[in-house]
C-alpha cells in the first residue's frame, strides 16, 4: 500500500526558508507524477507544483520563483524547497501521487494517494 509521510514543516518569519520532504514509505513502487498542494483554514487546497518522472514541473504563479520542487534518486521522495516565505504561504502542505505520469497536472483531483500534511507557519 502507497503510504506518504510528509515532514519539514514549522514556523518561520517572512523572507525566511523551510525544506519539506515527502517519502513514500508503504512500498518501493516509483511515482511518475507527485506533487505539494497546499490548504490554509476557509481555503479549497490548490496545487503548489507537480513533477513527472521526467523532471518536468509546473508551479503555482504565486510560488514561481520562490520554492522548488524536486525528487529524490529513487522517485519515491519528494521535497519542497520554500524560499523567500511570505504569511500568504501559511498552510497545511500535503504530498500527493500518481502512479502514471499521463494526467500529471497541477489539480488535486488527478492524485489518488495522499500524506498526512504538514504545517508550514509564516509569521510577519
Known amino acids: 500500500q502507497v503510504q506518504l509521510v510528509e515532514s519539514g514543516g514549522g514556523s518561520v518569519q517572512t523572507g525566511g526558508s523551510l525544506r519539506l520532504s515527502c517519502a513514500n514509505s508503504?512500498?518501493?513502487?516509483?511515482?511518475?507524477?507527485m506533487g505539494w498542494f497546499r490548504q490554509a483554514p476557509g481555503k479549497e487546497r490548490e496545487g503548489v507544483a507537480i513533477i513527472d518522472g521526467d523532471g518536468s514541473t509546473d508551479y503555482a504563479d504565486s510560488v514561481k520563483g520562490r520554492f522548488t520542487i524536486s525528487r529524490g534518486n529513487t522517485k519515491n521522495t519528494l521535497y519542497l524547497q520554500l524560499n523567500s516565505l511570505k504569511p500568504e504561504d501559511t498552510a497545511m502542505y500535503y504530498c500527493a501521487a500518481r502512479r502514471s505520469g499521463l494526467y500529471c497536472r497541477r489539480s488535486p483531483e488527478y492524485f489518488p494517494y495522499w500524506g498526512q500534511g504538514t504545517q508550514v507557519t509564516v509569521s510577519s
Open positions: 508503504g512500498n518501493s513502487y516509483s511515482m511518475d507524477c
